[in-house]
């Protein structure tokens, strides 16, 4: 049973305006959350994470919003550029899991010019 | 520049023979992990080393096994590989006691004849 859950496979912007990437997490146990940018043939590479005691987290054009009664975070991305075309991938972990992150599948994000 | 680095990038074996990936770290970080992902999924942890301590995932097949011989490196041994074990696999590490966040490589993929 999937943990954490990104349900759009994929999503398109156009530049300049706002993309808003979802993320559904069950685990109540989890407290820490954190997004990850993959470009082809390269690996994830950290983008931003949230703690458990916030609700929100800037940093830069990016911005993550984590809503724990629903069990949903966001990413935010304002402006959009094209170098954001991408796989965002959600992941989360806990005390519970020891520091193991739990991934979510990923969406393909496209920023089009 | 500090980093995670992963050999052979693209790795073709064939049915049931014996394969070794490789990853080696700058940061000198105390954990390492191994993570497979396949086509459109999550990346799944398959074990993880805190400095030479062995953590072995539930479901992590027996076919797969691991060795730190250093802090440095970290090998991933499949000893038969099958078909299903085409995928991508993902050497990350981190030093923080909660493992966030993680830093990757950017892969090997493995491809079975």
């Known amino acids: 049973d999937q943990q954490v859950k990104q349900n759009s496979p994929s999503l398109s912007v156009q530049e300049g305006r706002i993309s808003i990437l979802n993320c559904d997490y069950t685990n109540s146990m989890f407290d820490y959350f954190l997004w990850y940018k993959k470009y082809p043939a390269e690996g994830p590479t950290f983008l931003i994470s949230i703690s458990s005691i916030k609700d929100k987290n800037e940093d830069g054009r990016f911005t993550v919003f984590l809503n724990k009664s629903a069990k949903h975070l966001s990413l935010h991305i304002v402006p959009s550029q094209p170098g954001d075309s991408a796989v965002y991938f959600c992941?989360?972990?806990?005390?519970?899991?020891?520091?193991?992150?739990?991934f979510g599948q990923g969406t393909e994000l496209s920023v089009k010019p | 520049d500090a980093m995670v680095i992963q050999n052979p990038r693209y790795q073709v074996t064939q049915f049931g023979k014996p394969v070794t990936l490789s990853c080696s770290q700058t940061l000198n970080h105390n954990v390492m992990y191994w993570y497979q992902q396949k086509s459109s999924q999550a990346p799944k942890l398959l074990f993880h080393y805190y400095d030479k301590d062995f953590n072995n995932e539930a479901d992590t097949p027996d076919n797969f096994q691991s060795r730190r011989p250093n802090t440095s490196f970290c090998f991933l041994d499949i000893r038969s590989p099958g078909l299903g074990d085409a995928a991508m696999y993902l050497c990350?590490?981190?030093?923080?006691?909660?493992?966030?966040?993680?830093?990757f490589g950017d892969g090997t993929r493995l491809s079975i004849l």
């Open positions: 990350a590490t981190s030093n923080r006691a909660d493992g966030q966040p993680q830093h």
């Open positions: 992941a989360a972990t806990g005390v519970s899991e020891g520091g193991k992150l739990i």
